[in-house]
T-cell receptor, first 112, second 114 residues
């Protein structure tokens, strides 16, 4: 059983489109995250949720909107995609906000 | 601003060589510390963690790290590397004052020559 699963694994889309990435964790964790990894492998936090409540929003453009329908799911919707959004997006979860995070397999987004 | 520094961007070693990757953080408060590994094309996996207690922590695959509070450092070591250790290694910090925010270093790419 995959602990943190995200879909899709690959996403190729044109500029201006709207797309969503889904994430689910079956670990019973309270905290979930979205991270962006750029082409230089740098990892930057985008959002963090605790029990469906937004805790951290790291100056991400408002074209990115996370949605947490329940504490096991944290989806990411991106409007009006731009070339600079191309990256690998990782979902993660942790038992509490100060414990280790478990990462999903990543979604490689390519905007053309 | 709080930050995590990994000084080595790319390290190249031969098999059986010893490894030490540096990590320093810039925060004086209580922290939890981690090392993650990312094998080519894969997701991040936890190698080891330090919350409290013995500052020398052992992780998976023969890795260990030492927390030196006075130096704000958490260096990763392995006595003898293998070709399969080729990967990207990330140091990470959680600040108690801003939980739910794991701050990652820029990563160190490790290449092992067979």
């Amino acid at each position: 059983d995959t602990a943190v699963s995200q879909t899709p694994k690959y996403l190729v889309t044109q500029m201006g489109n709207d797309k969503s990435i889904k994430c689910e964790q079956n670990l019973g964790h309270d905290t979930m995250y979205w991270y962006k990894q750029d082409s230089k492998k740098f990892l930057k936090i985008m959002f963090s949720y605790n029990n469906k409540e937004l805790i951290i929003n790291e100056t991400v453009p408002n074209r990115f909107s996370p949605k947490s329908p329940d504490k096991a799911h944290l989806n990411l919707h991106i409007n009006s995609l731009e070339l600079g959004d191309s990256a690998v997006y990782f979902c993660a979860s942790s038992r509490e906000g100060n414990t280790e995070a478990f990462f999903g397999q990543g979604t490689r987004l390519t905007v053309v | 601003a709080q930050s995590v520094s990994q000084h080595n961007h790319h390290v190249i070693l031969s098999e059986a060589a010893s490894l030490e990757l540096g990590c320093n953080y810039s925060y004086g408060g209580t922290v939890n510390l981690f090392w993650y590994v990312q094998y080519p094309g894969q997701h991040l996996q936890l190698l080891l963690k330090y919350f409290s207690g013995d500052p020398l922590v052992k992780g998976i695959k023969g890795f260990e790290a030492e927390f030196i509070k006075s130096k704000f450092s958490f260096n990763l070591r392995k006595p003898s590397v293998q070709w399969s250790d080729t990967a990207e290694y990330f140091c990470a910090v959680i600040l108690y004052s801003s939980a739910s925010k794991i701050i990652f270093g820029s990563g160190t790419r490790l290449s092992i020559r067979p």
